[in-house]
């Protein structure tokens, strides 16, 4: 038997809850390198840099409110997936379950956002990390530093998941330990133990109500809850890593939980350390908050710092988003949806035509960012965060279809290994707070373009399943 045979052979083989391969992938990934993911997936340039702009429109103590509820429904989310995952450990998860317990359209539609949301991320992330090279660098070329860290991604996804898995790892913890240096030094500067540019005492939280608890209002903290939601986005990534995951009925519940408390603590902690050391007025786009903070404290080198970490946020959604978009080829078709060639692997367990098909969608999004930036490019971006929100919206929904089978077959919930407390409280929450999330892109003008390109995607994909599942029919005929 060819070696192209042998794993066409391993590729078709059921997958398995245990700890063997999973249809070809292996089972490699263990519970600290799933933290880091579900940590690398959420903490990025939303963190670093957009944080700003939310303080500055919605007030501190707004900004608190709109992440505890952002954190709160992530947590809610994953206590869905994390029910799921570990009863059927699927690689690229949702879009199985959403198959099963909604419908084979769906489950279509919800893996093809999903994966034009990180091709999409793709693109953007490759020209980031030039630019951020040619602030050190200024007399090269961006495309070069972008063609360099393509090649890097590309090498960690190619060799195999445990490369990928260590890669992200240390990715996340450069961001984690930053994040924890920052509420460190920071809760040091308000208590007055390090001096602060503009204060003779210590600032303490006066800042954080100087101007009121809303100084703009309540209503622009709603308008601020759809970009927190999305800076939440990338938790999902521990259901597209269940089926390479060990023992993933004890790791992935593990992760959840973990992830959920440092999330909270990381933005929450930074959130309030920001607003009570910058004047809520004086936090925006133009400077990274983490930046303004470092220099008002004196700390020399601050923006060099401050971009490293950034162009590691940069390479570690990258890294996922490689990751999470192949997987997405691979279940597609491990389930039939497309072609088979996609399910085929090495002996290492990388779906290699994936992969390259993937970064090929990377690149494509790359070149779109030039040659049609105001229309592929630009629905691509803009709707990506929109597209991880409908996939909440999917486990919710699945989460409580999947109850209501085991009640109907006459089964117990003592038999799953891990199940969603406060049932249905829970889910039905979750499935509120991100059908919300949607909702508030339809009222605000400046997010109504996301949901515009998002419904003319998914319309086109469920067209694109219909046509398929008709002529599949005629032919069989």
Not at 105 to 113: D, K, P
Not at 238 to 264: Q, Y
């Amino acid at each position: 038997m060819t070696s192209a045979s042998k794993t066409e052979t391993q590729s078709a083989q059921p997958a398995h809850a245990d700890g063997g391969e999973h249809a070809g992938l292996q089972r490699k990934m263990e519970t600290r390198h799933l933290m880091m993911i579900a940590l690398g997936g959420v903490i990025g340039t939303g963190l670093f840099l957009s944080s700003g702009y939310t303080i500055h429109q919605a007030g501190p103590i707004g900004t608190i409110l709109a992440y505890a509820v952002g954190a709160l429904n992530v947590y809610m989310v994953m206590l869905c997936l994390g029910e799921l995952a570990t009863a059927m450990p699927q690689t690229g998860s949702f879009h199985v379950y959403a198959g099963r317990f909604i419908g084979p359209g769906t489950g279509f539609t919800v893996a093809i956002i999903y994966f034009l949301a990180w091709m999409g991320a793709l693109g953007s992330e490759f020209t980031a990390s030039g630019l951020i090279m040619q602030k050190w660098f200024p007399g090269t070329p961006a495309w070069a530093w972008s063609a360099l860290f393509i090649v890097l991604i590309f090498t960690l996804n190619a060799l195999s998941v445990r490369s990928f898995a260590e890669a992200e790892f240390w990715f996340a913890g450069i961001k984690v330990v930053s994040i924890i240096a920052f509420i460190a030094i920071g809760l040091l500067a308000i208590i007055g133990v390090i001096p602060i540019v503009g204060y003779s005492h210590a600032p303490g939280l006066t800042n954080l109500v100087k101007d009121g608890v809303f100084p703009n209002g309540f209503a622009p903290v709603f308008s601020t809850m759809s970009t927190v939601a999305f800076a939440f986005s990338g938790t999902e990534l521990l259901g597209v890593t269940a089926g390479e995951t060990k023992d993933p009925g004890e790791n992935i519940p593990k992760a959840i939980h973990t992830t959920f408390w440092r999330l909270a603590i990381f933005f929450i902690g930074s959130i309030v350390v920001m607003s009570a050391l910058i004047p809520w007025q004086d936090a925006g786009v133009d400077k990274s908050p983490f930046v303004l903070v470092f220099d008002a404290i004196g700390l020399p080198f601050a923006g060099d710092i401050m971009n490293f970490v950034v162009l590691t946020a940069i390479l570690s959604a990258a890294n996922s988003g490689l990751y999470a978009s192949t997987r997405m080829l691979w279940s597609l078709s491990n389930e039939r949806m497309i072609p088979r060639i996609f399910v085929r692997t090495t002996k290492h367990g990388v779906p290699l035509i994936a992969l390259c098909t993937a970064m090929i969608g990377g690149l494509l999004a790359l070149l779109s960012s030039v040659t049609a930036a105001s229309v592929i490019y630009l629905a691509l971006v803009s709707s990506a965060g929109l597209a991880i929100v409908i996939v909440w919206v999917v486990l919710a929904v699945c989460e409580i279809r999947f109850r209501l089978e085991m009640k109907r077959e006459g089964r117990s919930v003592s038999e799953l290994s891990f199940h969603t407390p406060a049932w249905p409280i829970v889910p039905i929450m979750a499935l509120f707070l991100s059908v919300g999330t949607i909702v508030l892109s339809a009222v605000y003008e400046s997010m109504r373009p996301s949901l515009i390109y998002m419904l003319i995607i998914i319309a086109i994909c469920y067209a694109v399943y219909g046509v398929k599942t008709l002529v599949s029919r005629r032919r069989n005929a």
